[in-house]
């Protein structure tokens, strides 16, 4: 220790201390569990029987066990819907919002501000705002879209298997647009305003521009955003349980919700832990990616 | 003119964004007759709210304070120990430093719903889930130290490095040039990062759900989601209930909004 410690330079020890803190915090509450996770999903695990660390080895049978349930299949298709989906169209609807506000007009910075509101309302009080817009009955959605001719008659977002999980990813894109916005609008604004002069004067036209330049030299911030938004959205927890709790018939069931569901529901520990370490190597994966790309521009 | 005509756009755009907020709180003002006739009225016709009503009947006030101590102990916490960290990770760069940053990054991504199987498990075996609160403290410490320390690191970046050698030549102490000398000139992105702690705490939802069983210590969140699942229906009482909670975080948004804005952007991408 003393060894490890003396390759610091001396006059940092007080940082070092500093830090050493918090990391000893993360790893003890955060990167233990982690460990702690991959394991259980490797055991058998009971809760009625007292706490032990080594419970009955079970090799990959928790695996198998997720993976031939019949809702396994669906769980993987919704996941994927939710994710892809939702990062489309709020990476879509964010970009034309940033430029929007990116333009000159009064009050602009303010209201685009105000598009954070989405984004600091705890996410259980979103879903249940939105529960009440889908309502089939007398929701307003329904009422809206049928005023503006897209819909002939009523949809049960909710309790229709075939809408449920759209109905879960327009929210969801609801609460994400905000964060996207303002990441992009920092790389649209960091882009060099001559760049356009000049381009207009060999007479490129808006969309010309827009693909030549906007486009290009928006890709490491297009890069962190799609990376973060799918971070964000592998984990969202609480729009699902206000809105469907998966249901009905797993029709919205995605992996981050089922693996709470039959760890805290059931009590299925060594299923959830095992469908829990499937995902989290997803979001490691994901995480690394996002971190590397920014770390290109950081000044580390 | 190009300008009003961008202003108007933006303007209706941003009405059709906060329409889920707006319709929360007319709701609120919806006698029952009036809440299930579609088509739905935009402005309610007889107002009346049940303000009092809702906050005694749904015991808020427990729920809210479970809220607020757990914020509390979470801001705290986050504060004390992420403080340092993030102004050291900005201080010292080695490989070392590089190796921290990234785990921290990469930690931050882990989802609570995910963390919360094994936190569940090995708590349950240590006995914490006598002390729920505290369980949740500690649980959403691992959520909101890697976000803070992210954030708050932009700013101790900003921080000109000569001022903390021009401390030091002087013959401060490390620790002195820090709490005498950067502390203060960080002290504006402290804040901000600190309240984003402080909101996100107090919407906590996955780790309060999880770990508390006694409903004596449960949170705002998980009362509403039980009103919810009790009710169905009566939606004026779920969103006079969710109007009482989210107010006071929308209020403390619109104070600072210029300053959250800036100081998400730094941590974000910088």
């Given at each position: 220790m003393n060894k490890l410690l003396s390759r610091f330079p001396r006059e940092n020890g007080f940082e070092i201390t500093l830090a050493g803190f918090a990391l000893?915090?993360?790893?003890?509450?955060?990167?233990?569990?982690?460990?702690?996770?991959?394991?259980?999903?490797?055991?058998?695990?009971?809760?009625?029987?007292?706490?032990?660390?080594?419970?009955?080895?079970?090799?990959?049978?928790?695996?198998?066990?997720?993976?031939?349930?019949?809702?396994?299949?669906?769980?993987?298709?919704?996941t994927l819907q939710f994710v892809g989906l939702s990062l489309l169209f709020q990476?879509?609807?964010?970009?034309?919002?940033?430029?929007?506000?990116?333009?000159?007009?009064?009050?602009?910075?303010?209201?685009?501000?105000?598009?954070?509101a989405g984004w600091i309302m705890p996410g259980l009080v979103v879903g249940v705002i939105w529960k009440l817009l889908f309502a089939g009955d007398y929701g307003v959605l329904n009422h809206v879209l049928t005023q503006m001719g897209i819909l002939h008659s009523k949809i049960f977002w909710l309790s229709d298997p075939q809408w449920s999980l759209y109905a879960v990813i327009i929210a969801n894109v609801w609460l994400g647009v905000p964060f996207n916005m303002l990441l992009l609008?920092?790389?649209?604004?960091?882009?060099?305003?001559?760049?356009?002069?000049?381009?207009?004067?060999?007479?490129?036209?808006?969309?010309q521009r827009f693909w030549g330049i906007?486009?290009?030299?928006?890709?490491?911030?297009?890069?962190?955003?799609?990376?973060?938004?799918?971070?964000?959205?592998?984990?969202?927890?609480?729009?699902?349980?206000?809105?469907?709790?998966?249901?009905?018939?797993?029709?919205?069931?995605?992996a981050q919700y089922w693996s709470w569901q039959l760890s805290l529901q059931t009590f299925e520990v060594s299923a959830g832990s095992a469908v829990a370490t499937l995902m989290m190597v997803l979001v490691l994966i994901v995480a690394v990616i996002y971190v590397r790309s920014t770390r290109n521009e950081r000044m580390v | 003119m190009k300008r009003y005509v961008l202003m108007v756009i933006a303007l209706i755009v941003t009405a059709v964004y906060l329409f889920p907020l707006y319709w929360m709180y007319i709701t609120v003002f919806k006698s029952a007759a009036e809440m299930f006739q579609f088509p739905p009225t935009f402005w309610p016709q007889q107002a009346e709210s049940h303000l009092r009503q809702v906050f005694e009947e749904r015991?808020?006030?427990?729920?809210?304070?479970?809220?607020?101590?757990?914020?509390c102990g979470t801001t705290g916490v986050t504060l004390l120990v992420g403080t340092g960290a993030a102004y050291a990770l900005a201080q010292v760069q080695n490989r070392w430093t590089s190796a921290a940053i990234f785990a921290v990054l990469v930690l931050q991504a882990l989802p609570s719903s995910l963390m919360v199987t094994p936190i569940f498990t090995a708590f349950?075996?240590?006995?914490?889930?006598?002390?729920?609160?505290?369980?949740?403290?500690?649980?959403?410490?691992?959520?909101?130290?890697?976000?803070?320390?992210?954030?708050?690191?932009?700013?101790?970046?900003?921080?000109?490095?000569?001022?903390r050698?021009?401390?030091l030549v002087d013959g401060a102490s490390p620790m002195r040039a820090f709490f005498g000398v950067i502390l203060p000139l960080a002290v504006n992105g402290i804040l901000v990062s600190a309240i984003l702690v402080f909101l996100q705490s107090f919407g906590e939802y996955v780790y309060a759900r999880s770990l508390i069983l006694d409903d004596q210590y449960q949170t705002a969140t998980v009362g509403l989601s039980a009103f919810v699942g009790a009710t169905k229906t009566d939606w004026i009482g779920i969103m006079t209930y969710s109007a009482i909670f989210v107010t006071p975080i929308l209020i403390a948004f619109m104070l600072l909004q210029r300053k959250i804005v800036a100081g998400l952007t730094a941590g974000a991408l910088k």
């Open positions: 000893l915090y993360l790893l003890l509450f955060a990167g233990l569990p982690l460990l702690y996770n991959i394991v259980l999903s490797f055991q058998q695990v009971d809760l009625m029987e007292p706490a032990t660390l080594l419970r009955p080895f079970a090799g990959l049978a928790n695996y198998r066990d997720v993976f031939s349930r019949p809702e396994a299949g669906q769980v993987l298709s919704n990476v879509v609807i964010g970009f034309l919002l940033a430029m929007l506000f990116l333009q000159d007009f009064p009050l602009a910075t303010f209201m685009r501000g105000l598009f954070l609008s920092v790389g649209l604004a960091a882009i060099p305003a001559d760049l356009y002069e000049a381009a207009e004067l060999d007479g490129a036209n808006a969309w906007t486009l290009p030299m928006m890709k490491s911030t297009l890069g962190a955003v799609v990376s973060l938004g799918a971070i964000m959205t592998m984990q969202q927890f609480d729009l699902l349980a206000a809105l469907t709790q998966g249901g009905p018939a797993n029709s919205s069931q995605v | 015991n808020m006030a427990r729920f809210l304070w479970n809220s607020l101590l757990i914020a349950k075996g240590l006995g914490l889930l006598e002390t729920p609160r505290f369980a949740v403290v500690i649980a959403q410490i691992t959520k909101t130290l890697p976000f803070y320390i992210v954030l708050c690191r932009a700013s101790f970046v900003q921080v000109p490095r000569e001022l050698d021009a401390a």
